[in-house]
Structures are given as C-alpha cells and as structure tokens.
C-alpha cells in the first residue's frame, strides 16, 4: 500500500517530504520505497497538492489534507482510500473512475461527521457543473462511501461512453453510500443502476440539484430507505422504468417527497414488496405492474399511500394503472388513494382503462378512487361486492368486470 500525506489546506508547511526542486513531493511508502508525485496549488491559500495519478493500479491512501484530481482511473483490483479530513479540488471536466473495465477495484472514502472528505471544484468562482462524476463500476462492490460532501459536479460525464448526467453514477452492490452530501450539481445528485444493490445507503442530504436528486433503477429501489434529507420541497426520487424490475422482498419506503416512476415499472415473480404508509407515486403515463409478485400498499388512515399524476397540472387519464397479474395470493390494499388515472397505457396488453385492475380475491380496505377518466376497477372476474365499501369520488363506472356489483 502507498501512503500519501497531504498538505493540509490552509497550511503552508506543504506535504510530508517536500521541498524537492523538481516540482515534485518525495513522500515514502513506509518500506524503503519512494514514488514522485506531481504538485499544483492549493486555490485559495497557495498551499502544495499533490495530483491524484491518471492510473491507480495499487492500493493507494490519501489523505488527510488537499489534493488534486483531473481524471483518475482505478484499475486491476486496486483500492483507492481517501481518509477524513481530505479536500478533494477537481478541475474542470473531472472524473473518478472505479473499475472501468468492470474489475473489482474500489474507491474507499472514510470521512467522520468532524471531518468529511469534500469533493468541490477546484474554479476560483465554482457553479455547478464545474466537474463530472465520480463513477462506480459494476464490479466495483468493495466501494464504500461514508461522510463525503460532493458539490458542483453534473457535468456529462466521459468515464463511460453513455455519458452519465450526474455527480454520482453507481453500478455496483457497493458496501456503503452513507452520511453523504450531494449539492448542486449541473444534473442528478447521485444515479443507482440495477446492480446498484447497496449495503447501506443512509442517511443522505441532497440540495440544489437541478434535476431529481436521487435517480434509481427499479431493481435498486428497495435499497433506499427512509430517512433520506431532501432540503428541496420540490425534489422527486425518479424510478427509470426499463427492462429491469424489482425482483426481490423489501420495503418501499416513505421519503418526505414523491417517487416518480418514468414509463413502465414491474415487481417481478421474485419481488415481495410492502409500499409504506405515506408513500407518493407519481406516475408520467404508463402503469405499476405485479407480474406473478406481491405488492402490499400498507396506507394508513393517516398517512395513506397516493398513487398519482406526475403533471403539473393534473387530470383525468394522466396514466394508466396498477395492475395485478398472475398472482398467487390476494393482494392486499390499504388505505390507498387513486386519482387522475385510466388512460389504458401498459395496463396489460389489453389496455384496460381502469385505475385498478386484478382479480376478484384483491382485498381492498378504506381506499379512494377519484378524479378517473375511466372505471375505479377492472377485473377479469366477476367484481367482488366487497369492493363497494371503499370510497368512490365522481367516479362512473365504478367497475369494469363480469356482473358488476350495483353499490348501495
């Protein structure tokens, strides 16, 4: 392992070991070995950095202290650690790049609450956008990240030839994304792709990010729980419907703003999943399927759970469904609202314009449809008569199905 110890920012001693006329800082490794490691300039105290190599292809620590990065991959199985109280100055069109060809290498920031690790732009006047990402890799899951502040990042990010928009592009079942900061970036806070399945992720404030903070693939979901910071009332946690769905048992948690599923989202026949109470969905257009999986909405009186438009201006028809299909058990819905929902889109093949659709052994507790472009309900089967306990807000018809029940 290769040891650096930085300068501290602010302090004009520089790094351990300098001095060299070279323009280099001379630091030993602790086993008779010596590396160079080029310096720049600190930005606002003139103070020594040291350069983050373009290549890290053996354990490296840095830290604590300032340094310096443009674009930095980390290769072969390496591990990068950067310790508490180390200052990150990215500059312009920057990245961070954890297993590029999908290895195992790994990107360790250790911060504390006393002193993070902060990644900021090394411009004199910062705005967002200033750098790009910091990227982990598919094969990257001994990647941790805890008590890290990253601000004004964003920027399209060549690390991969997709060319993420986002301070943080994960892909990797990473052991931790923790007590992190993430502010004004250009784009997305932080991305979650579907391998993206981490260990802990807890506690995290996002702000001033110009797009949703927080994007996730459906497969990542349930590994975001509560208790995320959202300091902006009018941030969304995005749900990118692809071909991936959420395919195992867990919680999908209340956050104090929406989820907003982008197109068509699925639990799969491996999913069994508890929607919590307070939960907000918002819905751009398509529908919420349950293909041979479970979905228990789990709204309480006081806090149900919303299923919704994701329009500004909302109206009748803005999506489609949810929509039960194949399942084993009866799904269980309580205290639920459905509004603004019908037009058909995704909601089977057949494009059943419903709000709710599934079979007759759904069991529907203290549930609201209202503000419907079409039926509250379809199913294949004859409509169960207990349905008609629930709450029905200018809604006609109530059901769509074989001999509907006439509701008193």
């Known amino acids: 392992m290769i040891l650096w110890v930085l300068a501290s920012c602010g302090d004009s001693g520089g790094a351990e070991g300098s001095g060299s006329e070279s323009g280099t800082t001379d630091t030993s490794t602790g086993t008779g070995t010596t590396a160079d490691v080029p310096t720049t300039t600190e930005p606002t105290t003139g103070d020594p950095c040291p350069m983050l190599p373009e290549t890290v292809d053996t354990d490296m620590d840095f830290g604590p202290g300032c340094v310096r990065m443009y674009r930095t991959n980390i290769v072969d199985g390496a591990t990068l650690t950067l310790v508490a109280g180390t200052t990150v100055h990215v500059d312009a069109g920057g ?50 990240i805890v008590h890290a502040r990253f601000e004004h990042g964003g920027q399209a990010c060549d690390a991969i030839g997709s060319r993420p928009e986002t301070t943080l592009d994960i892909h990797a079942p990473a052991e931790a994304f923790s007590f992190n900061e993430v502010r004004a970036s250009a784009s997305h806070g932080v991305i979650l792709g579907d391998n993206a399945l981490i260990r802990g992720f807890e506690a995290n404030t996002f702000a001033d990010n110009a797009r949703a903070s927080l994007r996730v693939a459906p497969a990542a ?94 109206q009748a028809g803005d999506w489609g469904c949810v929509v039960y299909t194949s399942v084993g058990a009866p799904p269980q819905i309580e205290h639920a609202i459905f509004e603004y929902a019908g037009n058909g889109q995704g909601c089977t093949g057949a494009e059943h314009t419903a709000a709710l659709a599934g079979p007759a052994t759904m069991e529907l507790t203290g549930v609201t449809f209202r503000e419907l472009a079409a039926a509250a309900i379809h199913s294949n089967d004859a409509c169960n008569p207990a349905w008609c306990d629930n709450t029905f807000e200018g809604v006609d018809p109530l059901f769509d199905c074989v001999d509907p029940p006439m509701c008193p």
Do not use: M
């Open 95 to 144: 990245f961070l790049h954890a297993g590029p060809a999908n290895d195992n290498s790994a990107l360790v920031i250790e911060g504390t609450e006393a002193e993070p690790v902060q990644f900021r732009s090394a411009a004199e006047a910062p705005q967002a956008g200033d750098w790009q990402c910091v990227r982990i890799g598919n094969g990257s899951s001994a990647s941790r």
């Open 221 to 314: 979901l349930l590994r975001v729980p509560g208790g995320q910071v959202f300091v902006d009332a009018d941030d969304v946690v995005e749900v990118e419907g692809t071909f991936d769905a959420i395919e195992e048992p867990g919680t999908w948690s209340a956050q104090t703003v929406p989820y907003r599923l982008l197109g068509y989202v699925q639990v799969s026949s491996d999913g069994d999943v508890t929607v919590e109470a307070g939960t907000v969905v918002q819905l751009d257009g398509s529908s919420l399927e349950v293909f041979a999986g479970k979905l228990h909405v789990a709204g309480t009186e006081a806090a149900p759970v919303l299923f919704t438009s994701a329009q500004d201006g909302p």
